[in-house]
């Protein structure tokens, strides 16, 4: 009876910890947001019709179709997922989960936070990492037993690429010294970001009225069990909406570009937030 007493104890104890939020890799996410925060300092500025004017014609029509004119350009930007699809592998059934990224402007850093839940236990958590031009990926299965890490220059210039599509929501990134612009035609221009040796570009793709709502790149890596694989990998983004006077895509794809010439969607949200 004792040693019963003692495994339920122990199990209780367990359930108890998973169930609450936190974890050694939650609180290395918040230090690597702090540094980010401290290293970041953007001077004051606003999107004007100067400042906007190196820029393609249809990336100086979103600004404007979005609102985004005339408002302070923003340092940093924050993005909760509340309730995002992951899928873990190709044909797998998503899962829903908790998808959180920091992003900011005078570096280009960004942290995310993955947190996946089962009967309201935290199972799942990862961590994308891009500070200074480093980059990372890191899964904990349980809050303690980590399944894998991912570090290199395949994983950082993956992260760093990955920040052209995320400043479709916070935009002050397309005007950094860092980031160079090559007009293709009135729906397509390509941006290039160049940080710490590390080069990368991708196509912006532009509807009639102004929307951003596609951007492709051949310069990131997916990790094959350890393996890195360079393949085409797209974001998209559809059914813009007004928010706080600023328009923003309300569903955002992302996927890879198979071999075999299928499309692995891996992730997809229509239910986020933005803050700056």
Sequence with gaps: ?????????????????LALPGGALRRQYRKDVALSLNENLLPSASFTEEAVSGLPEPMQKYLSYCGYMGKPMM???????REARLSIAQDQTPITLRYEQ????????????????????HLINGKDTLSD???????VLAKLLKLGETTG??????QLVSTLPDAVLMPSL??????EWTAIDDTHAESTITWNDIRCSGIFTFNNE?????????DRYQDNNGVSVNLPWTVEY????EVDGLRRPGTVKISWHMPDGSDYTYFESSDYTVSY
Aim: overall charge negative.
């Design 102 to 121: 920091y992003n900011f402007v005078a570096r280009p850093d960004r942290h995310a936070f993955i947190d996946g839940k089962l009967f309201g236990l």
């Design 133 to 139: 031009g480093k980059g990372s990926m890191t899964i």
């Design 75 to 81: 340092a940093h930007g924050y993005f909760d997922f």
């Design 174 to 179: 397309f005007l950094q010294d860092y980031v």
């Design 153 to 158: 220059p395949d994983m950082s210039q993956s």
């Design 238 to 241: 559809g059914d813009y909406y």
């Design 210 to 218: 102004g929307e951003i709502i596609r951007f492709d790149t051949n």
């Design 1 to 17: 009876m004792n040693v019963l007493i003692i495994i339920l104890i122990i199990v209780g104890i367990a359930l108890i910890y």
